[in-house]
């Protein structure tokens, strides 16, 4: 008699060991009368799971400051245009990298040809940002001033072309987008994006389109924009490493927020205060990432982050509920660490001596008595600046010679050096 068949559920941990790759949609990208000729998209693949198939996607690259990349779905992203270039070959690259940075980035390569100089109506930037707070929402409060160029104002009328919520105004003349009559029931805490467009008044055809994207956060979403007031995390450096991100926001969490340069400290491997680059930190997509190659020497490293749309309110209690502190702490292995410092620690003399120039000519008189000093050499600790007494003298000539440890002097030892010697000639010691 057989048994009831027994369902066995097995679960696999999965680690990070995948690194991302790009696919293309094609190794050329054509612009013409500002638009794109044909669509470009990329598509991001990584064999891990969730969560380690989170990757940063930046653009390089001189056509970087024209083409930016929209997510569309979390693999996959869509070119846009942020403003207008002139005609002319350009190159993009496209970068897509772990978020902690464990495995090496993948680069693509594409060259943009711009086929003409666009002349005709645009708006400057293909997509604008706001994140407005619940309470602030209130009828007349200004959200948006597109930027327009390249046509009469009297020629052009500004209206919302798609995905209107109900509630904002928007200005015919200037394109200014305003709150309009709220829901008595609120608005919806959440991420909206509307399709702005520039339209002639005469025919009615669509000169130019952008995006606002609005978000909007309710009372209590404003003071928990940061999960935690202070954030930590040790990091190991590894060479390998170009460089490795913190997390500070949830990839669905659009809050603006910077970085207040003043409050950057940093402390090296001997605990002093140092400067650190500005460069070396940076915000991602909500990560702050750190420049491995900035930060060779910087043993810790802490600053506060802010939320944009308080950034100004320095002093009050509000600015104070919108800041989080940043603690990084970088470990080096052990190992590698007492290699450095014996490296480091290697003794030096000072000057005449250098790096680059071992040998010092040293010139004699005839009948230069005993007990003459030659040269004055002490040895030191690069370290800590502690003299080195282990000094000892090596060579064909040693016999000639004695050091003192103490000091470094260099004397002549007895008067027979010059019988061993021809005039003008050259030694090592």
Request: proline share 5%; glycine share 6%; hydrophobic share 35%.
């Amino acid at each position: 008699m057989n048994s009831v068949p027994a369902s066995i559920r097995i679960f696999v941990d999965d680690r990070n060991d995948n690194g991302p790759k790009i696919r293309i949609s094609r190794r050329e990208i054509e612009i013409s009368n500002g638009k794109f000729v044909r669509p470009f998209a990329v598509k991001i693949e990584d064999a891990d799971i969730a969560p380690f198939n989170l990757n940063d996607v930046l653009t390089d690259g001189n056509a970087s400051r024209f083409i930016s990349l929209e997510r569309i779905r979390n693999d996959l992203y869509i070119a846009r245009l942020s403003s207008l270039p002139n005609a002319g070959i350009y190159e993009l690259e496209v970068v897509a990298r772990d978020v902690d940075g464990v495995n090496p980035p993948s680069i693509a390569t594409v060259t943009v040809n711009v086929l003409d100089t666009m002349t005709k109506a645009y708006f400057k930037r293909s997509r604008y940002e706001r994140t407005i707070n619940h309470e602030k929402l209130h009828k007349g409060n200004p959200l948006l001033h597109p930027e327009f160029d390249g046509a009469r104002i009297g020629d052009v009328r500004f209206i919302i072309l798609r995905d209107d919520p109900g509630w904002l105004l928007m200005d015919e003349y200037s394109g200014n987008v305003f709150v309009g009559d709220v829901p008595k029931d609120g608005v919806s805490s959440g991420k909206y994006d509307i399709s702005i467009a520039a339209v002639n008044r005469t025919s009615g055809q669509v000169l130019s389109e952008t995006i606002f994207s609005l978000t909007v956060v309710n009372g209590g979403k404003v003071t928990t924009v940061f999960k935690q007031k202070l954030l930590s995390k040790v990091f190991r450096k590894d060479p390998s490493v170009a460089h490795f991100s913190l997390q500070v926001l949830s990839r669905d969490d659009k809050s603006a927020i910077k970085i207040i340069r003043e409050s950057i400290s940093a402390v090296d491997e001997k605990l002093h205060k140092v400067s650190v680059d500005r460069s070396a930190i940076s915000l991602v997509n909500g990560n702050v990432l750190f420049q491995m190659n900035k930060l060779q020497n910087i043993r810790s490293i802490q600053f506060q982050l802010v939320t944009d749309e308080n950034a100004d309110d320095k002093g009050t209690t509000s600015y104070l509920d919108h800041i989080s502190l940043v603690m990084v702490y970088l470990s080096s292995d052990p190992e590698q660490v007492a290699a450095r410092n014996r490296e480091l620690s290697r003794p030096k003399f000072i000057n005449p001596w250098k790096t680059d120039l071992n040998i010092i000519p040293i010139k004699l008189a005839e009948e230069t008595p005993e007990g003459y000093i030659v040269l004055s050499l002490p040895a030191y600790n690069p370290l800590n600046g502690e003299r080195y007494k282990d000094l000892r003298l090596s060579g064909d000539m040693s016999q000639y010679f004695t050091v003192d440890p103490e000091t470094g002097e260099c004397c002549i030892l007895c008067l027979c050096l010059h019988k061993s010697l021809l005039p003008a000639s050259e030694y090592d010691d």
